[in-house]
């Protein structure tokens, strides 16, 4: 089967992915699909195929409530169809033979993620304005449908990135924006990092950004949560440096997936990256906790909602508060409800923030802002039923959104950042940011 062949969990760097991926992989085709279901660009490699095998994938787009629950692998009578969905955009591969499903979705993302490097966002518009300069990146990111230049760093070089004076003077000259010159890391033993490379001012930052996920229980027990976490860094260093990065507390790093640069024999031995960083913008690791003795809940939110079956009023009631966050701020809280059919409006005051109720979708958003732990947030009122419905079957859940500076949930720390190879002292710093991914809480 197709799916049996995915790669199996466990260690491994996204540079043996990629390798594995250009002995045994062929993209044929790519479509750039937007939310509404429009094909807004289409790349052919090795042969041109028909728009009408996408029929499939808007298929199942149909059947998915979401556009998040489409199903990354699609079987067609001859073809596979690979997909990521970010930005609200599908990115959708074709595929002829049976290939590790993981390893196409891995380049698709790092497809995304070059376009966002070198437009500074990843949007149809952008694509569309840049679309002679997204042809010539995937041209050089795949030969003949094998995975060719992945490195930012070396696609740089090989096309230059878009600006308005290369703009004008493309168009008036006629000129591309492709480079005159091989890349000097396409031939070096770190492909990721180009040589000569000088700063005035070396500085190396890097963001600990974790998101937590969790479904909460009418109690207040938690039912499941986990951290998705990533550490994204910005190197801008003079030369060829050697960086070392310790944690105070290494085995909360069980399930992670590593830049290429990262010495992975190290890690395993010593629980320390040591790595030659690239030049700039990239994601030296990504990692996952799902213990969830070691998951702490930042948030708790107590709520009151209640219908009758003999009235047409209901009763709606919630507060947020803090709750584990070492003694942090919580800020950035919005929280949304998707309320029954049978609710013809809502009558609600809050203490501090605004709320918005739309009376033909049912959504009530509260846009709460920052969380002051003396005097906690709430929102009050009631709401107008039906006359005649019958009570909901079901509670409706709370979503809610937030972000804590400063703060990494799962308690992972930076010990301390060293550098070999070079002279010099450069900038260093290190933030921490924990924010909501799916959080729901049941009522």
């Known amino acids: 089967m197709f799916l049996g062949l995915s790669i199996c969990r466990g260690f491994q760097t996204e540079k043996d992915s990629l390798r594995s991926l250009t002995v045994s992989t062929m993209i044929h085709s790519l479509f750039l699909i937007n939310s509404s279901g429009d094909i807004f660009l289409e790349k052919h490699w090795k042969s041109v195929v028909s728009r009408s095998v996408c029929d499939y994938f808007f298929e199942a787009q149909e059947r998915a409530t979401e556009a998040e629950n489409v199903p990354p692998v699609i079987p067609t009578p001859h073809h596979y169809l690979l997909s990521v969905y970010r930005h609200k955009i599908f990115f959708v591969a074709v595929i002829q033979t049976e290939v590790p499903p993981l390893f196409v979705i891995e380049f698709l993302h790092r497809v995304v993620d070059t376009f966002q490097d070198y437009f500074g966002v990843c949007s149809e518009p952008v694509i569309k304005d840049n679309v002679v300069v997204v042809y010539e990146v995937l041209e050089e990111m795949l030969d003949n449908g094998f995975p060719l230049a992945t490195e930012s760093n070396i696609l740089k070089e090989l096309i230059k990135p878009p600006t308005i004076l290369r703009t004008v003077v493309n168009t008036i000259t006629g000129s591309t924006n492709v480079g005159d010159q091989l890349p000097t890391g396409q031939l070096s033993v770190v492909p990721w990092r180009r040589t000569g490379v000088k700063y005035t001012n070396n500085e190396a930052y890097f963001d600990v950004i974790e998101e937590i996920d969790a479904i909460i229980d009418k109690s207040g027990s938690t039912i499941t949560a986990e951290i998705q976490g990533v550490i994204d860094a910005c190197v801008k260093l003079t030369g060829m440096p050697d960086l070392t990065l310790s944690f105070m507390n290494p085995r909360l790093l069980d399930d992670v997936s590593f830049h290429p640069c990262v010495r992975f024999k190290r890690w395993e031995s010593e629980r320390i990256l040591s790595f030659i960083p690239p030049d700039g913008n990239f994601r030296l690791l990504s990692y996952h906790v799902s213990a969830q003795n070691l998951v702490a809940i930042p948030v708790y939110v107590k709520h009151n909602i209640s219908f009758r079956d003999s009235s047409s009023l209901g009763r709606f009631e919630i507060t947020v508060g803090p709750k584990q966050t070492m003694g942090k701020t919580i800020e950035g809280v919005t929280v949304t409800s998707q309320m029954p059919r049978g609710v013809l409006n809502m009558s609600l005051t809050p203490s501090q923030g605004t ?5 033909v979708t049912k959504m009530l958003s509260w846009d709460v802002g920052k969380i002051n732990p003396q005097k906690l947030p709430s929102l009050k009122g009631t709401m107008s039923l039906q006359a005649g419905a019958s009570k ?18 799962s308690g992972l720390k930076v010990n301390r950042l060293d550098m070999y190879g070079e002279k010099y002292k450069p900038f260093k710093g290190i933030k921490y940011m924990t924010k909501a991914g799916k959080f729901q809480v049941r009522t």
Do not use: G, M, V, Y
């Open 355 to 359: 709320h918005t109720f739309d009376p």
């Open 392 to 409: 909901p079957d079901e509670n409706p859940t709370i979503n809610l959104q937030f972000k804590i500076q400063q703060l990494a949930i």
